[in-house]
């Protein structure tokens, strides 16, 4: 079995400069600035925390903004959904205070992470687990069977057609048309592209040779949309239309069951948090998903998406609020009203553990 690290690509900054300092200077001031040293967050953390990156956590994210001002009253945290690979170049450029991203950051990034955030660097946090569902919008279909070769064949435009025997044999008992197929995919670097990419890597390599990619390759025809809300807007009014997207966004769309060992296998929570499970630890609390498995009930089209905090940051307000709010997400009640909110899997209990530790130790810099 193959397993390969979430996050590789590097990122193409493509956001808006925000008013801010670097990494930790986006205001904000605290009642108590001596208790953000290591340690439990303050009990009263005031001040305005400002994020962005990935658009699959879009739903969970405002439950979390939300939710964490029943702990922290006086704290407000800004979210800008603008992509995995946007949101980890505005972290470096010291626009966010924390990144949004569906893919770790690699190791150039990591190093640049040091102008930041100094010589600790920095540390993801798996915030939120969902299944990345392969969706379509075919009338009278609400789902097929397909295995990994011919996920990665439809999405390099080699099968163009619903009826395709390759689809067909896998579905004899639906009635497939003969419509065409509109593969859509993301037009910005995206994490949930380079976690999708990924799986064809390596379930399906003789059929996807484009390796793992953060932006869409451009010599495949196909048409495109910014963010998970665009994807999703444009297959659901684009009849045959196929595409790939966090799962809690998808509506009423169809989807594909993919093949797993000998059974087709549904996207769910259940199912993807199956997958988390089995993963290794990477670097930086990042993770590695076995992508090949063929364990009953795997799910192995899992996104990961992260928090990606700074060690240490410049200033005791960032610091504070930065664990105040890590700490919300990763929560048994933060993470329930994620759940609730978007439908993913929530974190285990070793993996909450482990976050806790990091999040924790969040200092100030010198």
């Known amino acids: 079995m193959k397993a390969l690290r979430i996050g590789r690509s590097a ?3 493509s956001v808006a400069a925000l008013a801010l300092t670097a990494c930790g200077g986006n205001g904000g001031s605290t009642e108590d600035s001596s208790a953000g040293s290591e340690g439990a967050a303050p009990a009263e953390v005031s001040g305005t925390l400002i994020g962005g990156g990935a658009s699959s956590q879009e739903s969970a994210m405002t439950a979390w903004t939300d939710g ?22 505005g972290f470096l450029a010291g626009q966010y205070s924390f990144a949004g991203s569906d893919a770790a950051m690699d190791e150039e990034e990591m190093a640049s992470a040091e102008e930041i955030c100094g010589p600790e660097g920095v540390f993801h946090v798996p915030s939120y687990i969902s ?26 435009g080699e099968i163009t057609t619903w009826n395709d025997p390759a689809i067909a044999d896998q579905n004899p008992d639906a009635e497939l048309p003969d419509t065409q197929i509109t593969v859509v995919h993301r037009a910005d670097d995206s994490g949930t592209t380079e976690n999708f990419t990924e799986y064809l890597t390596a379930a399906a390599p003789e059929s996807w ?3 793992v990619v953060e932006t869409w390759p451009s010599d495949i025809t196909a048409e495109s949309a910014q963010q998970t809300s665009g994807v999703v807007s444009l297959t659901e009014s684009t009849d045959g239309a196929i595409t790939y997207a966090d799962a809690s966004q998808i509506g009423g769309l169809g989807t594909v069951a993919v093949q797993v ?3 087709y296998v549904p996207y769910s929570a259940d199912a993807a948090a199956k997958a988390v499970e089995t993963a290794s630890e990477g670097e930086a609390g990042a993770v590695e998903l076995d992508r090949t498995t063929e364990e009953a009930g795997v799910y192995p089209i899992v996104l990961v998406s992260y928090h990606i905090f700074c060690n240490q940051y410049q200033d005791q307000e960032t610091a504070d609020m930065a664990k105040a709010f890590g700490e919300y997400v990763v929560s048994e009640d933060g993470q329930a009203i994620a759940e609730e909110s978007a439908g993913n899997a929530p974190i285990s209990e070793s993996t909450r553990e482990s976050a806790l530790e990091s999040i924790q130790a969040i200092s100030v810099q010198g």
């Open 261 to 263: 060992g000998e059974e």
């Open 68 to 89: 964490v001002t029943e702990v922290s009253p006086d704290l407000t945290v800004q979210y800008d959904p603008v992509g995995s690979g946007a949101g980890r170049e």
């Open 209 to 211: 040779t484009y390796d």
């Open 131 to 156: 299944p990345v569902a392969v969706a379509f919008n075919l009338e009278g279909v609400d789902e097929v069977n397909m295995d990994a070769e011919t996920i990665a064949q439809v999405f390099a």
């Open 11 to 13: 990122a193409v900054l």
